[in-house]
């Protein structure tokens, strides 16, 4: 395959707007926490870069994405350690270097890792937590990656359309941050304690970082700079609008506030149910399904309170129930005309295509929850996943990591409740 | 000389310090501080649930008066903090032993 400096140039730009979205991440959930843990939020965000990304060069690549081993189940070791850099990955036609791809797909599992910060909020061992990172990009992440983003994969195979990661990457750290927040236990205090965000500008600006990194994540997944790049594109931003319109509205009707957290997790919803369809749907079916995941998000977060399980930040809700919306939403708003893969219900395909989703959604989950727990028990039994109770109340930026964020414990914009 | 400390609604601190100037109050001090009284808490809302927050957000001012201007100072700090609903604070006066200014070494009302 010949190169395009052009569709070249435009997925190492997006290599580079994914990794962004890690430190989006982290203000994101840091600005949500109390200000005795923010730093501990940053940290983890920012050490799970470093770590993903050597995990995945020395063999989280190739289990994606080397030659098939059979079954369409797991990658072989062609890749491992990035050697053979110039041989093609298998089932791709692709007109930019293959390291160039390989560093593109690196930063999905460093931003889909990074999720889990959330999850774990408050009460995560620093340690544990980078230990069960690297497993977790090895044992959960690289398969479904092969299973779905590797055209070699069962699930690619069965015709399973997910364009940037509604499975891999959202329903993934959905359904893992489930099982992690279940072995790790509720914060002290949860849910009667009111644990409430501390730094909403700085969520806020980690929300628009997002947002702004979405476009290389959703767009660059087309791995060209044509026409499907930019209908992603174009579709990523609706869905954020859509996603923040859809949470405000509901919410204005149930509270008689607009808020702005609201705001933010509206068009983060958006964001998360477009990844599977960016690349399939139209721009006007984008807003629909965003507005319909920013209402799904605002019912799901509440989830928790339900069942009794301490999601700190929300993964399951937003990212969990926002990506089963998306990726079902292939199944009836994918179209001929913006993509030739797949067409869904509405466009006159008949009930297959969404089926077809329905088991990638049902297999993403199953698969990320059952190996997740196993992995966070392990974690849990040998290194610790879980700070001692003394540490969860004094905040883990001094336990844990012997900094403070603020001087006298306000904060940035913080209305002064550490305690 | 007396210390005067208010605890007032944090918005109501533009109109409570002219007023106090125009006493001949030359200086005070503010702190953020959070509290509760009659007032209680307050709710807020992040992603639709409901959070009491028991604390609310006040301002403490704290400044000196000679003895002679307590009542005026009071009656100042009264008119201008209030807002006539629940929460707008409360206000007391504390004997001051000694004061002293640090630049001069300049001691009782001479310090004010």
Redesign the interface.
Known sequence: MPIDTGDTAWLMLCTALVLFMAPGLAFFYGGMVRSKHVLSMLAQNFAVIAVVSVVWVVVGYTLAFGPDLGGGLLGGLHFAGFANPQDAVPGLHLHVPPIAYATFQMMFAVVTTALLTGAGADRMRFSGFLAFAGLWVLLVYAPLAHWVFSPVGWLAKRGLLDFAGGTVVEINAGASALALVLVLGRRRGWPHDAMAPHSLPLTLLGAGILWFGWFGFNAGSALSAGDLAAQALVSTHLAACGGLLGWVALEWRATRHATTLGAASGAIAGLVAITPAAGYVNSADAIVIGFLAGAAGLYAVRLKFRHGYDDSLDVVGVHGVCGVVGTLAVGLFATHTVNRAGRGLFDGGGLHLLGTQALGVVVAAGYAFVVTAAIAFAVQRTIGLRVADHMELQGLDRAVHAETAYEHGGGFGSSNRSF | MQLITAIIKPFMLDQVRPALEQLGVYGMTVT?V?GFGRQKGHT??????E?????N?KLRLEMVVDDARVDAVLDALVSSARTGSIGDGKIWTTPVGALVRVRTGERGTDAL
């Not at chain 2, 807020?44 to 649930?49: F, L, N, Q, S, T």
């Open positions: 953020e959070s807020e809302i992040y992603r639709g649930a959070y009491q927050v028991s604390f957000p």
